[in-house]
């Protein structure tokens, strides 16, 4: 079982950044391929950044790509995103989840079991 909490959520103007971290319980997360998803007011959730245990793979939706940076660091236990050149189309509830240790990083939210409350970010115009 892990527990995600996410954190670094806020209001920022277009053109802004925000860090986003998820810290995550137990002593196994190193072994747990990571996600980032979102979702916006009337839209279904949508896949944002995935890390690979190690931090090796990374993989990002077309619409963050160059924007956006996941990264890890197992010895905290924790998942960041950073996000650059924030438009208003950004803004989301944005979710960490983790995958079961046994899989591979997967780009769909089915391949993940376990999710962070959500943090809100908004971007203004």
């Known amino acids: 079982q892990v527990q995600l909490v996410e954190s670094g959520g806020g209001l920022v103007q277009a053109g802004g950044s925000l860090r986003l971290s998820c810290a995550a319980s137990?002593?196994?997360?190193?072994?747990?391929?990571m996600g980032w998803f979102r979702q916006a007011p009337g839209k279904e959730r949508e896949f944002v950044a995935a890390?690979?245990?190690?931090?090796?793979?990374?993989f990002y939706a077309d619409s963050v790509k160059g924007r956006f940076t996941i990264s890890r660091d197992n010895a905290k236990n924790t998942v960041y995103l950073q996000m650059t050149s924030l438009k208003p189309e950004d803004t989301a509830v944005y979710y960490c989840?983790?995958?079961?240790?046994?899989?591979?990083?997967?780009?769909?939210?089915?391949?993940?079991?376990?999710w962070g409350q959500g943090t809100q970010v908004t971007v203004s115009s």
């Open positions: 137990g002593r196994t997360f190193s072994s747990y391929p």
């Open positions: 989840a983790a995958r079961p240790a046994t899989y591979s990083v997967t780009l769909s939210e089915y391949g993940y079991d376990y």
């Open positions: 890390i690979s245990r190690s931090g090796a793979g990374l």
